[in-house]
């Protein structure tokens, strides 16, 4: 067995303490949580289980060193997004003890081979004093523009183009502050949020273009982005969040695109709205809801389509679970290897042989 620590219990922490409890190979030994409220909390109620977990979640602020002592692997799930000075430290300090850290808070390391020299050269020292490994990803970025298209690339004969899409109804999304800020969901139309700001999408997701163009013996002559922003018609109330005014930012759809020789060839979108009902002349998931799909345009053209739901159908939810599936699944590949740095190209997906087949919704 190998003790595993759920370091953060937000959206993809939750996620996290149920895979880890429910992977064969894999013991939960400790949960580390930034709200002292959820301190001395079992880690099974956090994770909204029905069951205790018989593990006491710990307060940051508390020994970390002792949490990290007893782990043998790391799943860091506190956010990235507007820390990542922090999170990086959190993972080398990881890493440094030892652990197998897998994490989709560092997003210049899904590609580590262009990840900024003083980062990279962080966690490879961290490595070689404590013989730890690191593996960043996700779901997109992640398995939705790295191991998914490259592997249907592997079924045509003949390949034009690469297209990665996340198409997401945002009005469910369980994070309010990122909504409206990050991305810019209700901010008047002149407003430039983080998500969109020039170089910010090749920061986030270029790692993933020059990764797929390698595994595609290619190289990209240059990266691209586009951006358009959408207007809501008419106020808006969500369940989570709250009213969305009129006249205000509804949508926004962007692309970052991958160069080759000049042409996009291969292309990571996302389209991204707070009602159904904002630009419908963009990209569509099936159900309006959301969905990430990957589209092979050559000979024989091929459209792959993949929808997730967890948490009562909440496809957001979906989408970090399966993110968490990845990094999880990869703990025990990864405790076969030698400490390093890793990516999606290193690191397979595996079946999930011995999982425990579940009879809920079964007839008995």
């Given at each position: 067995?190998?003790?595993?620590?759920?370091?953060?219990?937000?959206?993809?922490?939750?996620?996290?303490?149920?895979?880890?409890?429910?992977?064969?190979?894999?013991?939960?030994?400790?949960?580390?949580?930034?709200?002292?409220?959820?301190?001395?909390?079992?880690?099974?109620?956090?994770?909204?289980?029905?069951?205790?977990?018989?593990?006491?979640?710990?307060?940051?602020?508390?020994?970390?060193?002792?949490?990290?002592?007893?782990?043998?692997?790391?799943?860091?799930?506190?956010?990235?997004?507007?820390r990542?000075e922090?999170?990086?430290?959190?993972?080398?300090?990881?890493?440094r003890?030892?652990?197998?850290?897998?994490?989709?808070?560092?997003?210049?390391?899904?590609?580590?081979?262009?990840?900024p020299?003083?980062?990279?050269?962080?966690?490879?020292?961290a490595v070689?004093?404590?013989?730890?490994?690191?593996?960043?990803?996700?779901?997109?970025?992640?398995?939705?523009?790295?191991?998914?298209?490259?592997?249907?690339?592997?079924?045509?004969?003949?390949?034009?183009?690469?297209?990665?899409?996340?198409?997401?109804?945002?009005?469910t999304?369980?994070?309010?502050?990122?909504?409206?800020?990050?991305?810019?969901?209700?901010?008047?139309?002149?407003?430039?949020?983080?998500?969109?700001?020039?170089?910010?999408?090749?920061?986030?997701?270029?790692?993933?273009?020059?990764?797929?163009?390698?595994a595609?013996?290619?190289?990209?002559?240059?990266?691209?982005?586009h951006?358009?922003?959408?207007?809501?018609?008419?106020?808006?109330?969500t369940?989570?969040?709250?009213?969305?005014?009129?006249?205000?930012?509804?949508?926004?759809?962007?692309?970052?695109?991958?160069?080759?020789?000049?042409?996009?060839?291969?292309?990571?979108?996302?389209?991204?709205?707070?009602?159904?009902?904002?630009?419908?002349?963009?990209?569509?998931?099936?159900?309006?809801?959301?969905?990430?799909?990957?589209?092979?345009?050559?000979?024989?053209?091929?459209?792959?389509?993949?929808?997730?739901a967890d948490?009562?159908?909440?496809?957001?939810?979906?989408?970090?679970?399966?993110?968490?599936?990845?990094?999880?699944?990869a703990?025990?590949?990864?405790?076969?290897?030698?400490p390093?740095?890793?990516?999606?190209?290193?690191?397979?997906?595996?079946?999930?042989?011995g999982?425990?087949?579940?009879?809920?919704?079964?007839?008995q």
């Amino acid at each position: 067995m190998i003790p595993t620590l759920v370091w953060g219990t937000g959206n993809i922490g939750r996620a996290a303490i149920r895979a880890v409890a429910a992977r064969p190979g894999l013991a939960l030994c400790a949960v580390l949580v930034h709200d002292p409220a959820k301190a001395g909390r079992d880690a099974g109620e956090l994770a909204g289980l029905e069951h205790a977990l018989g593990v006491a979640a710990t307060s940051v602020t508390s020994d970390i060193e002792a949490a990290l002592r007893g782990a043998r692997a790391v799943v860091y799930a506190a956010s990235g997004d507007v820390r990542p000075e922090e999170a990086l430290d959190d993972v080398v300090r990881a890493v440094r003890a030892g652990a197998i850290v897998v994490t989709p808070a560092l997003y210049a390391f899904y590609d580590p081979r262009s990840a900024p020299p003083d980062q990279r050269e962080r966690v490879l020292a961290a490595v070689a004093e404590g013989g730890g490994s690191l593996f960043a990803s996700g779901v997109d970025p992640g398995w939705a523009n790295d191991v998914l298209p490259l592997m249907l690339t592997g079924l045509g004969t003949r390949i034009e183009a690469v297209r990665c899409q996340e198409i997401f109804d945002y009005s469910t999304y369980d994070q309010e502050d990122s909504v409206r800020y990050l991305v810019g969901m209700g901010q008047p139309m002149e407003y430039e949020p983080l998500m969109t700001a020039p170089g910010v999408p090749t920061m986030v997701w270029g790692g993933q273009l020059r990764l797929m163009a390698r595994a595609l013996g290619a190289e990209l002559s240059g990266i691209s982005e586009h951006v358009e922003r959408a207007p809501l018609a008419e106020d808006v109330e969500t369940a989570t969040m709250g009213k969305f005014a009129a006249d205000t930012q509804g949508g926004v759809r962007f692309e970052v695109r991958g160069e080759i020789g000049g042409v996009p060839r291969i292309v990571i979108e996302h389209v991204t709205r707070i009602h159904g009902s904002v630009a419908p002349q963009w990209p569509q998931a099936p159900d309006g809801v959301g969905a990430h799909r990957v589209v092979i345009e050559g000979r024989p053209r091929i459209e792959v389509t993949v929808e997730a739901a967890d948490e009562g159908g909440n496809r957001s939810a979906g989408g970090n679970a399966t993110a968490v599936g990845r990094l999880v699944g990869a703990i025990g590949w990864l405790a076969g290897r030698e400490p390093g740095l890793y990516d999606a190209l290193d690191v397979p997906i595996t079946p999930a042989a011995g999982v425990r087949w579940s009879t809920e919704g079964t007839e008995q």
